[in-house]
């Protein structure tokens, strides 16, 4: 008797060893872990990003994701490559930058066909006027330099024929409240930002919207086709390296835009988080219709896309197009059809 529950004893206390050692491995392998740095998380420019982490489909995938919130894009690049993040989600063309610069990064999952970005005139100032040449002494706000919105700001500068001393850059940050406070105090006469913020500010007659790149024929105008923009891009070393962290992102994100063609109103309304709502959801809503159709269908880089964004690099910086490996070595598109393949589209 006491021989036989030894035994029993000890096969149930190495049953329990062997479940413990698996859950421990596990514990030590998932979830896991990736750091990711942005700018304007809550805007409709993160918006399949933020739908894959409410969905679950980052967590699915054993992702846990810390945020790294910046103030601007260029921040959010300065943090990767500092080592602060693991990857930046931010716009194309800072790859572009880094790659001409000898700085090998590579974008892995496409977000955006447009940039979203819009230039609005406060209305205190559009009052009485009939042409944009009358504009003088601008104060515009952008996020930053050199990050997205001060690229397209600098663009329609460029191609409503204004002089360059006629407009002052003013960075104000990613962030609704200082954006907003900025606008309506005075310290600006016009922005250029993303959605939901300049739609709201148009909706409440607050600004006289003078350029946007929402859609594809409102890119198609100002640049001459889609533009890649909103993407996930890292260091290559950490696609060579983990290239399992790279792949579970770029599916998650697939999904969600997937999701994101046939999801309603209320679809949305249900899984974006209240706050990125600007306490309106019915202009929330209105806001992410407006750009809707410029979210890329599959996540794969097009190439008119990525050729565009490489002309209007060259067009911003004043130089002759160039090679094009450097434009081929800035993306890849073997995540997102690794993504495609596993969901049998």
Partial sequence: ??????????TALAAAALVGSHASLRAATYPHRVSIALAAHHSLYHLPLVLAEQLGYLKNEGLQVDWLDCDAGIQAVQAGLAGQADVVAGAFEHVLDLQTSGMPWRAFVLQSRAPQISVGLASRRAIGMKHVSELKSLKLGISSVGSATHWVAQHWVKQVGLPADAVQFVALGAGTANVMEAMRAGTVDALCHVDPVLHYLEQKNELRLMADTRTLSSSQRMFGGPLASACLFSKVEFLQKRPDLAQSLSLGVVRALKWLKTAGPTDILRTVPSHHWMGDRALYLGALEKLRESYSLDGLFGKDAVQTAWRMR??????????????????????????????GS
């Fill in 1 to 10: 008797m006491f021989v036989g529950q030894g035994r029993r004893n000890f």
């Fill in 314 to 343: 060259a067009l911003r910086m004043a130089l002759e197009p160039g090679s094009m490996s450097a434009l081929e070595r800035s993306y890849t598109n073997q995540f997102a059809q690794q993504a495609l393949r596993k969901m």
